[in-house]
């Protein structure tokens, strides 16, 4: 088996056929669809068993388990040489496995694939996806590089080296498993929607908004901390959660953040851990997106400047 495409389900019954239905009309073939119900409440099952077809292959747990034990039991579970993630709610391109198998095929140094992706429903826009390995190992410091229903991963990868999700970083386990797979291999985005990811008040990420603010900030600090071996600060650990959730400074933090922002840079020159005018250039764009003081912004830019010459 080529593929294991992985679909957790839980009370997704509403929009659940569409999403089985764009599975079953990939143009790639060699693939199982293994569907995990973590005991919904709802008519899941009954859409689920609407479908007789060979490729699908139907768990479910004796109880409500949760996403990440859900996970775990599909990753060890899978037969596929490839495990591609799939949302109960979300709608594949009819290429998306061909693409993706093809790009793994190619590129043995790559373990982790993600895509691009159109947002649909309550909101509208195709979402933005840094490319490179390197670029995706710098941006892990700010966010995470992945969009967590487009990924096809190694399960050669996953297995040899035990890599499971972490119940310890639940609510945003796909960023901790980023964050370590990154140790272990290299992470490339397609540049190319290949899923349609529906977006709704019932989301994961919107219901456990800030449970998911919380634990993303300690994975960010302990991959800072990983990759630089540098003692962070309270302080600096709150301007970096600022800096990252689009929070507005004070007046008193601009100089915080301007030094924060200018230590990382530092750190990693006498490093060399990543690309150093990459690196900077990340620090300079993240100034862009996320700083709303003007001030702040061309200190960075300034320094950033100087350090190209």
Not at 107 to 135: L, P, Q, W, Y
């Amino acid at each position: 088996m080529k593929v294991t495409v992985l679909m957790p389900v839980y009370n997704g019954g509403e929009c659940l056929k569409q999403a089985i239905e764009s599975i079953l009309s990939q143009s790639f073939t060699d693939y199982e669809l293994l569907i995990i119900n973590d005991a919904s409440i709802d008519d899941s099952e009954k859409v689920i068993k609407s479908f007789i077809d060979p490729r699908i292959r139907y768990l479910k747990n004796d109880g409500n388990k949760g996403l990440v034990e859900t996970l775990n039991l599909g990753l060890r579970e899978a037969t596929g040489q490839y495990i591609a993630r799939m949302d109960q709610d979300d709608i594949c391109h009819n290429d998306r496995l061909k693409l993706q198998v093809k790009f793994l095929d190619s590129h043995a140094e790559i373990g982790v694939c993600g895509t691009g992706a159109h947002m649909f429903g309550d909101r509208n826009f195709n979402m933005f996806v840094f490319e490179s390995s390197k670029e995706i190992a710098i941006q892990l410091i700010f966010n995470s590089p992945l969009i967590h229903p487009t990924v096809m991963l190694r399960k050669e990868l996953l297995d040899k080296n035990n890599l499971r999700y972490d119940p310890l970083f639940s609510h945003a386990e796909d960023f901790a498993f980023w964050a370590e797979l990154s140790k272990w291999t290299q992470i490339y985005n397609i540049p190319q929607v290949l899923i349609n990811y529906r977006w709704h008040q019932t989301n994961y990420s919107t219901t456990k908004f800030e449970e998911q603010r919380v634990v993303s900030n300690s994975i960010r600090i302990k991959y800072i901390t990983d990759s630089f071996g540098i003692n962070i600060s309270e302080a600096e650990i709150g301007i970096h959660k600022k800096i990252c959730e689009l929070d507005i400074f004070k007046e008193n933090e601009i100089t915080e953040a301007y030094n924060w922002l200018i230590k990382l840079v530092n750190v990693n020159n006498g490093s060399n851990k990543f690309d150093e005018k990459l690196f900077s250039w990340f620090i300079s764009f993240t100034g862009k997106k996320y700083w709303s003081i003007v001030t702040a912004l061309f200190k960075v830019l300034k320094f950033i400047t100087a350090t190209w010459r």
